[in-house]
């Protein structure tokens, strides 16, 4: 599976738990009136299942694939910004 492939499949995964997230903070609220642990909690959600994000890096050069420039945007690059490689190529078998 190409690493632009395996990005794209985190950032449906992390718009999952947006609205988990966000479900989290509305039912605690509705339930239990308003919470800063339902935030807290919501928000160490979205940093534990965003932290695989960093793993996401050219091959060929290093640069993530979710920055562009100095910041971070929900979708990743089809081709690296910094060295045009194409992200969303079958990785080759040759280990």
């Given at each position: 599976m190409?690493?632009y492939?395996?990005?794209?499949?985190?950032?449906?995964?992390?718009a999952?738990?947006?609205?988990l997230?966000?479900?989290l903070?509305?039912?605690?609220?509705?339930?239990y009136?308003?919470?800063?642990?339902?935030?807290?909690?919501?928000?160490?959600?979205?940093l534990?299942?965003?932290?695989?994000?960093?793993?996401?890096?050219?091959?060929?050069?290093?640069?993530?694939?979710?920055?562009r420039?100095?910041?971070?945007?929900?979708?990743?690059?089809?081709?690296c910004?910094r060295?045009?490689?194409?992200?969303?190529?079958a990785p080759?078998?040759?280990?």
């Amino acid at each position: 599976m190409s690493l632009y492939a395996r990005a794209a499949r985190h950032a449906w995964r992390m718009a999952g738990v947006v609205v988990l997230a966000v479900l989290l903070v509305v039912i605690v609220d509705r339930f239990y009136g308003h919470s800063t642990l339902a935030f807290a909690a919501a928000i160490m959600m979205l940093l534990v299942a965003n932290a695989p994000m960093l793993r996401f890096n050219c091959p060929k050069c290093g640069k993530n694939a979710f920055f562009r420039g100095p910041f971070v945007v929900f979708w990743p690059n089809r081709v690296c910004t910094r060295c045009s490689e194409d992200l969303a190529a079958a990785p080759s078998q040759n280990r």
